[in-house]
């Protein structure tokens, strides 16, 4: 199994039996004994030529299905749970609909002056924190499709409008790891968000902070490791293993 992870894990597409001793600290008699056995059930496949290993087509099946049984909002809830209790304000899960995105899950904090968010309500990808989040960690193509396809229409009077202005502040979200926003979706309301990922580096989903401006914007420094500490680990789960 450590043999059948570690391919899981490497950054390389194929490894050698030595890379493999080496790296689990095995002798090469036992990894060849190994790499038989997960050859003989599809797991392992091997290129003649090169002599080098890669994962096969059961363990791929393996990954597919893990994804396809995996619930996002049941995997982030606790997540959601602990930011709302550690910073005292909202929590919230977006996901991503073409051009657009949408909230599809809240913890809100037992606070009377509270920020809800409506789920389910498409928003524009550059306005607030959790849309400009999903933008900064796009492909460019996908970015430059976005702004080719879509003026830059002001939500609130804070809402960035001008392309230039826009791309310099999605070039400081992927810089520090996290969006924040004054204002720009939701008058009065302070928002930080930050990129969860898949196994393939993709976004997937933003999680967020918010609350009212006047008590938010003091903390926003503050709560931003909290935040991108929960991401990183939803992101894990995912299978992302970082940069």
């Known amino acids: 199994m450590d043999v059948l992870l570690l391919f899981g894990r490497s950054a390389r597409p ?7 001793a080496t790296e689990l600290g095995l002798t090469k008699a036992a990894v060849h004994r190994i790499l038989t056995a997960l050859r003989s059930r599809e797991l392992i496949t091997v290129d003649p030529v090169t002599r080098r290993y890669a994962l096969g087509h059961a363990a791929i099946s393996l990954g597919r299905a893990y994804m396809a049984r995996m619930d996002l909002r049941a995997m982030v809830a606790p997540e959601l749970r602990r930011l709302s209790q550690q910073t005292g304000e909202t929590a919230t899960l977006s996901v991503r609909r073409g ?15 509270r920020m809800e968010v409506s789920l389910g309500i498409p928003y524009p990808l550059h306005a607030g924190s959790s849309s400009k989040a999903f933008l900064a960690f796009l492909d460019e193509a996908d970015v430059t499709g976005y702004l080719t396809r879509h003026p830059l ?9 001008e392309e230039d202005a826009l791309r310099a502040e999605l070039a400081l979200i992927r810089k520090r790891g996290y969006a924040g926003s004054l ?6 309301a302070g928002s930080i968000a930050a990129p969860v990922f898949d196994h393939d580096g993709r976004i997937i989903a933003v999680l967020s ?11 926003m420094k503050e709560y931003a490791p909290l935040l991108i500490q929960a991401a990183d680990r939803v992101s894990a789960q995912l299978g992302h293993h970082g940069a």
């Open 209 to 219: 902070v918010s609350g009212p401006m006047t008590r938010f914007k003091p903390h």
């Open 14 to 20: 194929d490894l050698g039996v030595t890379e493999i």
């Open 183 to 188: 204002g720009e979706r939701q008058e009065g």
């Open 99 to 113: 051009d657009t995105r949408m909230y599809v899950d809240q913890a809100v904090p037992n606070q009377e002056l």
């Open 153 to 161: 229409l002001p939500v609130t009077d804070k809402t960035i409008v």
